[in-house]
């Protein structure tokens, strides 16, 4: 059997590195990015006569908003994206950072709810690059809150976001509730039997049928003009 080797971009969306004063993670999506790493890094499912593993990619907004990150010029006020740059006079960073995303396969979302709504930093670095470097890949959304909802009013506001990018998402979502409940602060699960993390496997498998199908389709009669 073949293997197909996914190159899968995760957005982590939470820029947060400052616990409350009442107590808590400094970044609570710690724990869950952790977690869906190692889901990514250990699938390998049988999809149409071949194995389907991830190659993934996670870009962090404290790691590329940081001094030496591939947005630091730019910021999370989005002062200068990769899309105004002239052919060849982005910093090489952001050109990287492009290269990878447009080079991805599809994408995943993994972000808190800030006021209910897409957190500043996840819309920021998604925006800095054009649609064209998302547009006919898949992509699919995990949240996360310490409440009883677990983030799914974000996953509402991410549907139409994600689909003018031009990655569309997929229909099912992974929403946990109490991460602190689920994991540990590593990401190991608590219970790796609770039916919470069954969410993720299952749009896992609707991510990986777009992610091949469109990649199919791109093959064999390219993209719209």
Known sequence: MTVRVL???????????????????????????EWVKSVLSARSEELGGETIKHDVTVFDPLDVFAKEGALATSGGELRHPHFFYRSGEAPSEMNAMADVIRAADCFLVVTAEYNHTIPPALSSMMGHFGGSCYAYKPSGIVTYSPGPWGGSRVAVALRPFLSELGCLPVSKLACFPSPTDLFEADGTPKDPSHRMLKQLPAMLSQLEWFAVALSNQKSMVGIPS
């Open 7 to 33: 190159k899968t971009v995760v957005f982590m969306g939470s820029a947060r590195d400052m616990a409350a004063a009442w107590g808590g993670d400094s970044r609570l999506g710690t724990r869950v990015l």
